[in-house]
Every structure is written in C-alpha cells, then in structure tokens.
C-alpha cells in the first residue's frame, strides 16, 4: 500500500478514538431472513454488543449479538470513507421470530439507538393452494459512485449515449416500484454489490434496501434471497480482485449478512418453498479444472477451498440433483436462480478462454447443467451478468418419476437490469426468444422517449390456482422514466413477453 494511505488510516483510526460520540451507530436497519409460514430471521447490525428486545404485538423477543468481524473497511477505501467512527466495532444482531401463524400479518418495533424503528411483514403461505407473488433481478452491484453515474446506452448510430437516468436513481426507483407490489419475497441472481470485498459498497447496499423508515423498506418487509456473483467473490480493484487470501474475507462479508438455511454453515446454495413453488439457488461463479472450458471466472482461483464446483462430481452438483428430483415429485414448478446466464447475446455470450471471440467470465460453462434442468421439468432459469434483459428456451426431455419422456420447454432469463448496466447484444443467440431492444425497440416522438427500449427492471412472477393445477404467469417489467417538468416521473410497464405456465 501506498504510505499516504496507511497514514490517512492511522488519521482516521485516532480521530474515532479521540472524537468518537456516545451513541450507537446503525449501520444496517433491519432486514428479514429464512421466511417460512410459521417463522422469520430479522437481522440489523449496529455498535451495540447488548442484547436488545424486539416486540411483535404483544410477544417481546431478545436478540442474540455478534462481533461481525468481516464488516471492516480495506486500507484502500479508508480515503474514501468520511465517517470517522468507521473503525469503530459491529455487531450483527439476530431475532428468531417462531410459532408464527401463516399468511398473517405482524407489525413489528425495536428501539435502535434511540429511535423506535417499526415496521410489518407477512408470514409464508402455509396452505398450498394459495397464491403467491415473487420478483426477481441481478446486478444492482451497488457503490458511491452510482450517484451521479450514468451507464452507457449505446446505439448503432449513438455510441457515446448514455442513459436518461444515473444508475442509483434507477436502482431506486426499481425498488420503489418492486415494494409497490407487495411480493412475499425478492430473489437477487448475483452481483448485489460492485466489490464484495468493498464495505462501502455493502453499505450502499443496505442503504438503499433496509432504510431507517420501516414503511419504506423493502427489505425489513419482504425476504430478500441472494445468490452469489462473482462480484460477491471480487475483492476489489485494489484489494487482489480474485486471489487469495482477500476472497476469503470477501465470502465472509457476504455471509455475515445473509444465513441461507441450506447444506453446511455458509450455504453458497439451497432451497426455498414459496408456496406451490421450490425454488434454487446456486453458485455458478467457478468450475474446475481452473482455466478450462468449464470455468466460469479464468481470474478466481479459489475451488474447492472456497467455492463449491459446478461440475458433476461436485457436492453441489449431487445436492442440486437430488432436490430437483424432489421438486419434480412434490411442487408444482421448479425455479432456478444463480448468476451466469448460459444462453446469452451479451458480451460474456462466447465460449471461455483469454483469445479472440472469447471470454473469461463466459457463462457458457453453465450449459452443462442444462441436462438436468430439462430432465427434472424445472420450468425457469433465472440468472443475470450480461446485464441485460433477454430471455431464452431450451427444449428436450422431462422424465418423468415413471421413467416416461415428455417435451419439455426450459425458459432462460437474463434479468441483470436492477440498477446498473444496460448493455446491447453483441453475438448471436439461437436459444433466444425476446431481447428488449429489438422486441420492444424505441419510440421517440419529438425528442422524446415515450416507450420501449433498455431500462432497468425486473421479472414479476404470480403463481395462482387454475382448475385443477397451478398457472404461474411471468412478467418482463422496466420501469420507464417519462420526463415531467425539469425532473422525471417513473412508470411500471411491461415488454411484450408474458410467458405462462402451467404446472405439471
């Protein structure tokens, strides 16, 4: 490191000693976790090692304290962080709210610091026959600097455009919209943050998800599932990126925050029921042997010390096939998330490699799950890393429990629109059936946008009873910035791209 910088830490570090104010700190207002029809995780993280009692109604819960040793600054964003408690200690508070009642509602308060935060959520479904809503996105990858940053937008005729919003305002405005539906949870397909290893970019993170105004947080009301990206592994550009030892730290911030209940302490993947539906959640971000066609990140050496693998001898490959198999016996549909899209006309669309026409973080490796995907039924993959919205189909060979073969169609979605890139296709993809920018090109009408083209959004999908079975109907949704006066007003709109399905 370079000396200015270890002198600015030491700076800062006696600042907090020597100014440090008696009052506790909030660096993440609450949020939820683990939700199932009779029981709900609430996590925040503050300065505070006291226990500190959470009321739900009349019933009053003592949160469980822990040193959260991950969630430190690097010496190289010291310089770019202005608060000076920010070597001050953190701790990740726990309330296991149990013997819940299904589909009901609960208010909820906590004083934190002084101010009595309250704020509400609804248990899971716990009868299968009722409906359910969830929304899923990729690629908020979240940091200071998206105030003020606008992605590129490019045309054919316009190389250097960029887009009619900067990229936190489209963020916010994505998640506003998402907390207006009211969905009973919100999936993430990777890439949450820019720099996973950067807990300035964690901070922004929470800062637009858990707010201190419980009525307006989406994650204090609504579960939120995470999948990893491989910018949840990336360090930072001046943290080692993908090596070793930082990536290490870099998982351990991640897990600090989110505690999916699946195989092993820190889960990189699991289950969830969401009503008549299971849904998956995988880690796509490194295949082994390193380097090699079937590796998704040429830069992340870590498997299998710190990410399990993608290939068939894996435990993540055996723990996938065996819950696909229960899916396909017990629910109704069967939705896949993780980060890489396999079938892609973006940039990371091409095989692996370092050469010409080809990418090292291609998502092309992930076609090797495919054969289990048709073979189980599962009904959507919904992934994100090109940064773009598009979707896919797969057809083959759903084999049924009774060993019969019947056609099966594999939807594959690209929502890596929450609130960072736009890109436009570069390559050609047969498997595709939608892609926003030719099928819902733009209209413009005196200077002005009014429908269509690349925005930021995100897939909406409502499972409901039909007859004698389930329909599960899925929404492509952008949200549309339309000017009014010298600001902007955002409308939900959707592409022309419904898909419906019906359960088996």
Known sequence: MRPIKLTIFFLVLAASQAFAQPENKIWTYPYLQNPTPTSVDIYWVDEDPRSTVLHVGERAYRSEAYRAEGLTYSLDEIHQAAALKMAAPRFLHRVALTDLTPNQAYDYSVELAGFDFRSQFTTMPGNRNDSFRFIAYGDSETEPESRGKYTAWPTPSSKNRVYLVDEETGYRENLKTILSRKPQAVLIAGDLVESGGEQRDWDEFWRMNAQQDGSLSLAAQIPILPALGNHEYFAGPDNGKYT??????????????????????????????????????????????????????????????????????????????????????????????????????????????????????????????????????????????????????????????????????????????????????????????????????????????????????HLEVNIEPSGSGWKATLDPVYIFPKKEGDGWAFERRLYPDTVILQSR
């Not at 090797?368 to 959507?380: I, N, Q, R, S």
Request: charged share 20%; with cysteine.
């Open 244 to 457: 070793l030892p930082p990536v290490r730290a870099t998982i351990r911030r991640y897990f600090t925050y989110f505690h999916p209940e699946g195989p092993g302490k820190d889960s990189h993947f699991y289950s969830q029921r969401l009503g008549p539906a299971r849904i998956i959640s995988l880690d796509s971000c490194d295949g082994t042997p390193h380097r090699t066609p079937a590796d998704p990140n040429y830069f992340l050496d870590a498997a299998p010390r710190e990410t399990p693998g993608i290939q068939k001898s894996s435990s993540q490959y055996e723990w996938m096939r065996n819950e696909l198999a229960a899916a396909q016996k017990e629910d109704a549909f069967t939705f896949v998330f993780f980060h890489h899209c396999p079938y892609s006309s973006g940039p990371h669309g091409v095989p692996p490699g370092t050469k010409p026409g080809q990418d090292t973080q291609s998502g092309q490796p992930l076609r090797a799950w495919t054969p289990l995907f048709l073979k189980f039924g599962v009904d959507a993959l919904i992934t994100g890393h090109d940064e773009m919205w598009e979707r896919s189909q797969v057809d083959g060979l759903e084999i049924l429990p009774n060993g019969k073969g019947v056609p099966h169609s594999l939807q594959v979605y690209d929502v890596g629109v929450g609130g960072d890139g736009l890109r436009e296709a570069k390559v050609a993809n047969p498997k595709r059936k939608f892609l926003a920018q030719t099928g819902s090109p733009e209209r413009w009408d005196n200077g002005v946008l009014i429908d269509g083209g690349r925005h930021y959004g």
